[in-house]
Nanobody
Framework: QVQLVESGGGLVQPGGSLRLSCVVS????????MGWYRRAPGKQRELVAVISSGEYRKYSDSVKGRFTISRDNAKNTVYLQMNNLKPEDTAVYYCNTDQPQWSWGQGTQVTVSS
């Protein structure tokens, strides 16, 4: 069974940075296109970044230029480097395949506030 474990969230001031990690176990991680999603209070979950198995990247307009997705196949881990954070980035962040096919992990809370 595939397990997703997200970490790295926290409370940060506007303009600050965080690096999220997601460890994937129970599958051949390296063959999948992976995504980072977020769910803000009162909103639906949205896809914010994708990295393909060949490391092609794409981003939602809301995070483009500020967030960077990467992966380490040796560690079965996908990362999200978040810079210049804004209050509207406040959300629970999750990873999954780019068209979610696994059960969701617990996510990691990111709160951007002064």
């Amino acid at each position: 069974q595939v397990q997703l474990v997200e970490s790295g969230g926290g409370l940060v001031q506007p303009g600050g940075s965080l690096r999220l990690s997601c460890v994937v176990s129970g599958t051949m991680f390296w063959i999948y296109d992976m995504g980072w999603y977020r769910r803000a209070p009162g909103k639906q979950r949205e896809l914010v970044a994708v990295i393909s198995s060949g490391e092609y990247r794409k981003y939602s307009d809301s995070v483009k230029g500020r967030f960077t997705i990467s992966r380490d196949n040796a560690k079965n881990t996908v990362y999200l480097q978040m810079n210049n954070l804004k209050p509207e980035d406040t959300a629970v962040y999750y990873c999954n395949t780019d068209q979610p096919q696994w059960s969701w992990g617990q996510g990691t809370q990111v709160t951007v506030s002064s």
